[in-house]
């Protein structure tokens, strides 16, 4: 180990320690440039001992607030008691006093031996610290954009999903349901959509190591949540950062403070859907409409439009109410112990979670149980590990209950539920359309069970002041299993015949390794940082299924795959590679001057042989224009930054091997035996493939009134993405007909505010809000270049992409009505020739008479803003708190109110979602003449609603125990609370949320009932 | 605002804001050596070049799980297996399957003057729904496909080394297939493209010229690739396969599209009188067993080795719902029993779309063509549930036993299958692509042009005579544009035989309905612009100067 030009290091410990960060280096191919400042440390006058203890108003003693001597690195930790002693402590120094959420103080030694503090909670939390990427940093010293989401106030949601708990926290990040039903989650988009084709979702990062899902993390081990949003925050991440970084803190443990905490909530779930279906005499008459219309205006006999059930339901008034007899009350619960302790040496956070949620669709459900382990043990004087591990499994019951859903709208009121014995009724009307939603619910088990693991482990070598190098390696391994099986009662078994499922398998392992260098120096009032980052990262994917379609009896479900009488095995897999190399310096001058720069240079496999490397770089400005003497006199003003930043990051979530050759299997028979088959699929391969580049210009000013009391952020941006990752059509007659390929440019802009206010904060009695607005724009600003040499770029109607329009338009005729009766000369003269009165009656914008592109209007389906407003409120022991988000201005389209299969195109063949259609009697009705004979046309062009809503998301009250209770019970707090989720939801939109579409597991409100003890 | 923060410290985490052992030491004196350093930067930029190089390595990309195609077409092995896959995408392209992009070979059975058609179609045909946009593009887009797969056999094979017969073989049945789409092709659309260069890496982005080729260059490359598939492929192969009796089939019938009737009669001479091929009893047309002598080509399925185009069963087909009403929910009044119930016999569960038509009807004898007996469901219905009081008996009233079509209607039986569970729809029984009548009357026909009524008279007979039928003495183009109907209605070939005789719009006019009710049919005007499809507008995008057809 003795090399000789480490011979004259002063100190034996030194040379071990430099030694031993090179030998890591090494081995790990750590490229870092080792930064060694020669400033000589000179020491100190010695003088004394301080001790003290440090308090918050009301005298509660703050263990683990920060002391540090100023002007030196030198400092301690309060203890468990808030107290805390400094050795060598010159007399004229000043000692400041620092701790997350409370307004550091400074206090001059000044002689004194013993000195005793008081801390106040500070109202934004300028000293707080947040994470950044490979970092942390104090909010005051942030200029780059970077949200930070307490944990407090994600838990206070009553969802097992963390994307929900995001809901109307950030301004920018836009939540959006995809699955409400048990185990189900939202997406997460931050900044408007920036890809064509390519991922939109950020990366999520818990303590510094991608995680495959937000879900992976149980919500109780958050210690906060912080979203990257601009490209100098997520410079840093570089190649997958282009759509914003989510950045998970979990809680470690902490010196001197050993405590066990329990929290758990107790909910009951119900739905609300805020549209009707046409009850049972209004279904049998629409039914009647539409036999009507195709049996030349008459209305046929009864007996010929309705089954023999149907004319007995109709006869009996025996009605069946498909909701009632669906959906039921369900539950969720979530319950998380966790110990924490530490000593100088060895800190240590431990928690297990448990999660367990019955649907409100009959036999869903999902449980979960987590446990993870943080552990810091100190080594030596200059090194430290640590260890952060999650395990958890999972197991849901989802048959997928679209298809049952969507029965619960469309099934026929009309008919019976059961059959005489008592079993269920396959077809309750009597007509092969309309199954049982019941039947799928009892015959068909999906079990899905998840288990992840992460392990991540890491070493801290500190040689030398202001230097530090981690290297952290984590491996995450996920294993699904999927056990699906449908007995021969069961739908498609009765469909087929015989019962049959299917086992799948999914996994994948990935291992990442970090080498971390960063260093940090204060030479007066310069300050200067930096960190390198070098990584490796690798995922490994494996899929595989065996379908088996016939099973000659259901004994054994799944397990009878044996004796199925075909199988059909699928299996598959890739691996993707990243190699990235990453530095950032930051500069201050005085904590008043700030600079960034940034830069990652990332190799991704996934591209083209020759374009696989890409450099993002990023530059960030700030100025505390509050720290100006200039502005000292000005009392009222706490904060006032103003920051600018300017950076690029890539994106490369696209499928592997896009630019490679390949061969699909494509089998025959011939002469009774299997005939080997290979040919190409549809996808021309791309050598060419590049990185998706995201450009980001954003500005933005935060600002503090009367110390905090009063605070915000507003922050403008700009992002242009460009060489766009698409899956491009492509002439066929090459045989292919897509293309993965880089193309054209988008821009994303918007402006986002961020509002909080506390009105009254005393001993007793704290009042406060908070108001976030964002609104994004959207547009595209070149696709695939100007191909007919018109001298204009073109359009790409086929995929309803238009140049200056948004990503997500309605390319449509305007429907303006429906003809009348009175209008039956005008028809044959109009553009829509061949339609008759009660059919949809489109506009003929130049009068032209022929309906072609130039009649088509363009008409953004994306959100024109997104707010939600917070209040919270405690008196004494009591605390209330509100949450309300609100989307405007987003238009969907409800197949509910069109098609067929979702029982929308007044056929008669379906119930449906009521609308008020057209008959000769009711002239006024705004959808078209019902008829039995095929989908009305354009029907389509009706069917889009708005989507806006307002949103009561989270209602909580809550009861702290008074101390001298708690006291006495020998714990350390106790809190009791009621929450109502999702209590109240305006839209005009027709579906059990705004957000999803009626066949959707419907979202629920719930109520419960929540403790946190802590010992 | 006085400045109240920490002076800069290395910060591990959030929850404590510093670490107090780690710079206690820091009192200490640590010197540093200016050589020492640059030397430890040479070693670390030295760890960092190694570190480059071996990542570009480290960051190919090695496909595991697939074949790379370029095997494919540089070995035997490969190149049969090319042949294997080629087969299989042509029998996905030529069959119809209930997806949205797999829907338009049905539109050939159905929009012609032989059906009445229910639902589910008619929204496209000849109306406002005809439109580049929402047309089915994938007749065009997985046409080229096979094209440019087949191509790349015939192209890139010829450097294969194998024994030149057997892979003359392969190529012959790659042309074959090539040109059977490009006939599909031509004749479905007009204006099409010419392409026989195989797509490879290095031409993929080559600059194209987008125009039409002339009828005559498509016509000779079909002609040219199935005279070699005749030269080199024989008559005995797997009915599954392209065998030389379906290469001059298909030859007979490119050249009748351009009145080269000479060798259209030719080739059909070829087939009838090579010995491979005759008419089989009518009852074994479509038999339980599609694998008999009449037949030249079908497309094999197989419910244990399917369920999905891309395996060796291929997937289940509708055609049989497509064109059978639902019997089993016919009602009698005031009998809470349904009379029939799903049942192979009446073709189990059904969808009843497209219906043949009383047009259709009307040209056959009713006292002597058996075809009416084996090709179409009886029009009186038996009761089959054992539960109703109709068990075994006829089904009681006058026909019909329901205006709604979709309950009861003369239906086509050429699809039956016994051996689906009634209560799918789906079957996996082969379909026939080619049978040896079509042979009798395209020679027929091709005879007759040629003046040749003697000829063209025994090949018409031929037909008759196997249903039943006494010979016929006339022969002109109606006669031929009738049995054409009776023997091969609702095998997808009718819509192509009438556009080539030019009687496409008027027979479709005077005869197609559509509606739900026999009581209120109605008719829809073909316009002659109709009788060529659109081209996808998203070829057009993407082909900016290739002419849509006219009337888009």
């Given amino acids: ?1015 | 605002m006085k400045r109240t923060c920490l002076q800069r410290i290395t910060i591990t985490d959030k929850n404590q804001a510093c670490d107090v052992d780690r710079f206690r030491h820091q009192t200490a004196t640590l010197k540093t050596n200016n050589i020492r350093m640059k030397r430890i930067l040479t070693l670390l930029m030295a760890g960092f070049l190694v570190l480059n190089i071996s990542c570009t390595q480290w960051l190919e990309e090695n496909q595991f799980d697939k074949i790379n195609s370029d095997v494919i077409y540089t070995s035997p092995e490969g190149l049969k297996t090319a042949v294997g896959g080629l087969y299989s995408l042509n029998r996905r392209y030529f069959r119809f399957k209930d997806l949205p992009s797999t829907r338009a070979n049905y539109w050939f059975y159905c929009a012609t003057d032989l059906s009445i058609t229910r639902t589910y179609n008619e929204a496209n045909i000849y109306k406002e729904g005809m439109i580049p946009s929402g047309f089915y593009e994938d007749m065009w887009i997985n046409g080229y496909q096979l094209i440019d797969r087949a191509s790349s056999i015939i192209v890139r094979g010829r450097d294969v080394e194998m024994p030149e017969g057997e892979k003359n073989q392969l190529l012959a049945q790659a042309k074959a297939i090539r040109a059977m789409v490009y006939l599909r092709l031509v004749t479905i659309y007009d204006n099409i493209l010419l392409d026989t260069i195989p797509t490879t890496k290095t031409n993929a982005f080559d600059p194209v010229e987008y125009k039409p080729a002339t009828k005559e260059q498509i016509f000779n490359l079909i002609g040219d690739d199935l005279d070699f598939a005749i030269q080199y492929l024989d008559y005995n192969v797997d009915k599954g396969l392209v065998g030389q009796g379906l290469a001059r089939h298909l030859r007979a019938e490119a050249a009748m599209w351009v009145n080269d009737w000479a060798t259209a009669a030719a080739n059909c001479d070829s087939i009838i009188s090579s010995g491979t091929y005759s008419l089989v009893p009518i009852e074994q047309v479509f038999g339980a067993s599609l694998d008999h002598s009449e037949t030249i080509l079908l497309w094999p399925f197989d419910e244990l080795t399917g369920g999905n185009d891309e395996l060796a069963g291929g997937s289940g087909s509708p055609l049989g719902a497509a064109f059978q009403s639902r019997y089993y929910e016919i009602k009698v009044a005031g009998e809470k029993e349904a009379p029939v119930i799903e049942d192979n016999v009446y073709g189990g569960n059904a969808f009843g779309w497209n219906l043949p038509n009383d047009y259709l009807r009307s040209l056959y004898d009713k006292s002597k063509d058996k075809r009416l007996d084996y090709y179409f469901y009886p029009d009186t219905i038996y009761g089959n549930n054992p539960k109703s009081k109709f068990f075994g008996k006829p089904l009681p009233g006058p026909l019909p036993y329901s205006t709604l079509i979709r309950e009861y209607h003369w239906s086509v039986m050429k699809y039956r299958d016994f051996e689906k569970p009634a209560t799918a729809n789906l079957s996996y029984k082969d379909i026939i692509a080619y049978r040896l009548p079509e042979t009798y009357l395209l020679g027929a026909e091709a005879h007759w042009r040629q003046n040749n009524n003697e000829k063209a008279l025994e090949y018409l007979n031929a037909v008759r005579n196997r249903a039943g039928l006494d010979d016929t003495t006339t022969i002109d183009l109606d006669v031929i544009l009738d049995e054409q109907a009776r023997e091969l209605c609702f095998e997808g070939k009718r819509w192509f035989f009438l556009k080539r005789i030019g009687r496409l719009v008027s027979q479709f006019n005077l005869y197609h309905r559509e509606g739900g009710d026999i009581n209120s049919l109605i008719s829809y005007d073909m316009e002659d612009y109709h009788v060529r499809w659109p081209i996808p507008q998203s070829q057009i995008d993407v082909m900016a100067t290739f002419p849509q057809n006219p009337g888009y």
């Avoid at chain 1, 039947?439 to 482990?457: F, W």
């Avoid at chain 1, 984590?474 to 699904?480: L, Q, T």
């Avoid at chain 1, 904060?761 to 108001?771: F, M, S």
């Avoid at chain 1, 008759?836 to 489109?842: D, E, N, Q, R």
């Fill in chain 1, 1 to 1015: 180990m003795k090399k000789k030009w480490l011979i004259d290091f002063p100190e034996k410990g030194d040379l071990k320690r430099i030694g031993l960060t090179i030998c890591f280096t090494l081995i790990f191919l750590v490229g870092s440039i080792f930064t060694v400042s020669a400033t000589d440390f000179s020491v100190e006058a010695q003088v004394k001992t301080v001790t003290g203890k440090v308090t918050n108003p009301s005298g509660l003693t703050l263990p683990g607030v920060t002391v540090v001597v100023k002007g030196t690195s030198k400092g301690s930790v309060t203890n468990i008691d808030g107290n805390f002693s400094i050795d060598n402590v010159s007399e004229d120094a000043s000692l400041v006093f620092s701790f997350i959420g409370m307004k550091s103080e400074e206090v001059a030694v000044a002689g004194k031996n013993v000195i005793t503090v008081v801390l106040y909670e500070d109202a934004i939390g300028l000293d707080e610290v947040v994470a950044v990427g490979y970092g942390v940093q104090r909010k005051s010293d942030l200029i780059s954009s970077v949200v930070s989401v307490k944990a407090e106030e994600l838990t206070k949601i009553i969802t097992l999903d963390v994307g929900e708990m995001l809901r109307g926290k950030a301004a920018g990040v836009q939540i959006t349901t995809e699955n409400s039903g048990p185990g189900g989650s939202s997406k997460i988009q931050i900044r408007g959509k920036g890809s064509l084709a390519a991922g939109t979702s950020p990366i999520i990062i818990a303590d510094g190591v991608e995680i495959g899902a937000i879900n992976d993390i149980n919500p109780g081990d958050i210690s906060s949540v912080e979203i990257l949003k601009d490209a100098a925050a997520q410079a840093i991440y570089g190649a997958r950062a282009s759509n914003g970084v989510v950045l998970i803190t979990t809680k470690r443990g902490e010196t001197g403070k050993a405590s066990v905490n329990y929290t758990g909530y107790y909910g009951m779930q119900t739905v609300h859907r805020n549209f009707d279906v046409y009850s049972p005499e209004e279904y049998a008459q629409l039914k009647r409409e539409a036999f009507r219309t195709t049996n030349k205006g008459v209305y046929p006999a009864d007996e010929i439009v309705f089954s023999t059930i149907e004319l007995e339901s109709l006869k009996n008034k025996t009605y069946i109410d498909w909701e009632k007899e669906v959906l039921k009350m369900g539950s969720i619960q979530n319950h998380d112990l966790s110990v924490t302790s530490g000593t100088e040496k060895t800190k240590f956070f431990l928690s297990a979670n448990y999660q367990n949620q019955k649907g409100v669709v009959p036999s869903t459900d999902f449980t979960k149980g987590m446990i993870r382990f943080n552990l810091d043990q100190t080594v030596n004087s200059w090194m430290k590990v640590g260890l952060n591990t999650t395990l958890s499994i999972s197991k849901a019951n989802d048959l997928g209950v679209a298809g049952v859903l969507n029965e619960v709208v469309r099934s026929s009121p009309l008919g019976k539920v059961y059959n005489d014995d008592g079993t269920l009724m396959l077809h309750p009307s009597g007509r092969e359309e309309n199954w049982n939603p019941l039947n799928d619910l009892k015959e068909v088990t999906q079990i899905k069970n998840n288990r992840n693991d992460l392990v991540n482990i890491f070493v801290d070598i500190s040689p030398i002041a202001g230097l530090n190098y981690r290297i952290s390696a984590s491996r995450r391994s996920w294993d699904y299993n999927e056990d699906k099986y449908s007995t021969i009662n069961s739908n498609s078994g009765s469909y087929n015949a015989a019962g049959g499922g299917s086992i799948t398998t999914k996994g994948n392992s990935a291992w990442t390794i970090d080498n971390i260098l960063s260093y940090s120096k204060a030479i007066g009032e310069n300050h200067l940082s930096a960190t390198i980052v070098q990584s490796l990262n690798e995922i490994n994917y494996d899929e595989f299924a065996l379908k088996f379609p016939k099973v000659p009896n259901d004994v054994l479900g799944v397990y009878g795959l044996e004796s199925a009488l075909s199988w059909e095995p699928s299996i598959s897999g890739y691996q993707r590679r990243l190699s990235s190399l990453a530095g950032r310096v930051q500069y201050d001058f005085s904590s008043k001057y700030y600079l960034t720069l940034s830069g990652r240079r990332d190799g991704s496999s996934v591209f083209g042989e020759n374009n696989k490397w890409g450099f993002f770089p990023a530059v960030a400005v700030g100025w505390n224009i509050y720290r100006e003497d200039f502005l000292a006199g000005f009392e009222p003003l706490t904060n006032l930054k103003l920051r600018a930043s300017y950076g690029s990051v890539g994106n490369e979530a696209i499928k592997p091997y896009g630019s490679l050759a390949s061969a699909d299997k494509w089998e025959y028979m011939a002469y009774g035996e299997k005939m080997s088959g290979y040919t190409p699929g549809s996808l021309l391969p791309n050598p060419n493939l590049k990185w998706e580049t995201s450009t980001t210009l954003n500005a933005a000013i935060d600002f503090g009134f009367f110390d905090n009391y009063l605070s915000g952020t507003v922050e403008l941006y700009k992002t242009n993405t460009t060489d766009l990752l698409v899956e491009r059509n492509i002439d066929a007659s090459t045989g292919y007909t897509k293309m993965r390929d880089n193309i054209g440019e988008i821009e994303n802009k918007g402006i986002e505010a961020q509002l909080n206010a506390v009105f009254v904060r005393n001993e007793d009695l704290t009042v406060g809000a908070g108001l976030l607005f964002s609104a994004n724009r959207n547009q595209i600003v070149k696709l695939f270049g100007d191909l007919n040499n018109d001298g204009v770029e073109d359009d790409y109607p086929a995929n309803n992409w238009f140049i200056g329009q948004p990503i997500d338009v309605f390319y449509d005729w305007v429907a303006i009505g429906i003809w009348q009766e009175e209008e039956i000369d005008d028809i044959p003269n109009s553009a829509q020739p061949k339609n008759k009165p009660g059919s949809v009656k489109l506009l003929d914008k130049n009068g032209d008479k022929i309906l072609n592109e130039e009649d088509r209007e363009i008409v953004s389906k994306l959100p024109k803003w997104l707010g939600s407003f917070n209040f919270n409120a405690s008196y004494k022991g009591v605390d209330l708190s509100m949450d309300v988000t609100t989307v405007q201005g987003i238009l969907k389209y409800n197949g509910y109110l069109a098609e067929y299969k979702y029982g929308g195109d007044l056929r008669g063949y379906f119930n449906g979602i009521k609308v008020d259609y057209w008959t000769p009697e009711n002239t006024t009705g705004t959808f078209p003449r019902p008829t039995n004979a095929s989908t009305p046309k354009d029907m389509g062009l009706l069917a889009k609603q708005d989507a806006s809503f307002v949103k009561l998301t989270n209602l909580t009250l809550g009861y702290t125990l008074p101390a001298s209770l708690i006291a006495r019970l020998k714990m350390n707090s106790v809190r009791i609370y009621f929450t109502g989720q999702n209590l109240l939801t305006l839209t005009d939109y027709y579906s059990y949320n705004p957000e999803q579409n009626p066949d959707d597991y419907p979202e629920s409100r719930t109520l419960s009932f929540g403790v946190q003890i802590g010992f």
